[in-house]
């Protein structure tokens, strides 16, 4: 069950499996082991995939499933919902880098900091 749900979430989201292994310090091979079913990620990688699906760990592993929409979630006062072609809509048209930055955002605990360090970036080059 969690290789399907690795594959299908990680469409679900919008991201390729070289963004999923980028965020978590894989080759794309080694994610690649994790759809198929060779390998198992570890539970700190498994977290990390979860947060940049924006699904529970309990839905990615079986538990739980909605496979019309599902949460996307930062913290419990900035949640809300996008149905999944919308998503997938989004992010197919965003650059690699792009898709990394997203991804990378969804992964990490302390959001306000990359929000930070993109504002800093921002207003250096487009302000002045």
């Known amino acids: ?3 399907e749900n690795l594959k299908k979430f990680r469409k679900l989201s919008g991201f390729r499996q070289d963004d999923v292994a ?3 310090g ?3 091979s080694a994610y690649a082991y994790y759809e198929s079913g060779k390998t198992e990620p570890s539970a700190g990688n498994l977290i990390k995939i979860s947060k940049m699906f924006g699904v529970d760990v309990n839905t990615l592993i079986g538990y739980e499933t909605d496979d019309v929409s599902y949460a996307l979630h930062s913290d419990a006062e900035n949640s809300y919902s996008v149905d999944a072609d919308v998503q997938i809509d989004v992010l197919g048209k965003c650059t ?3 898709r990394y930055i997203i991804a990378c ?4 605990e ?3 900091a990359i ?3 993109v504002s800093k970036v921002y207003e250096s ?3 002045g």
């Open 1 to 3: 069950m969690l290789a």
């Open 22 to 24: 980028k965020v978590i």
């Open 26 to 28: 894989l080759d794309r």
């Open 96 to 98: 690699p880098e792009e």
């Open 105 to 108: 955002y969804r992964a990490c």
């Open 110 to 112: 302390n959001k306000q």
């Open 115 to 117: 929000i930070d360090a």
């Open 125 to 127: 080059e487009v302000i």
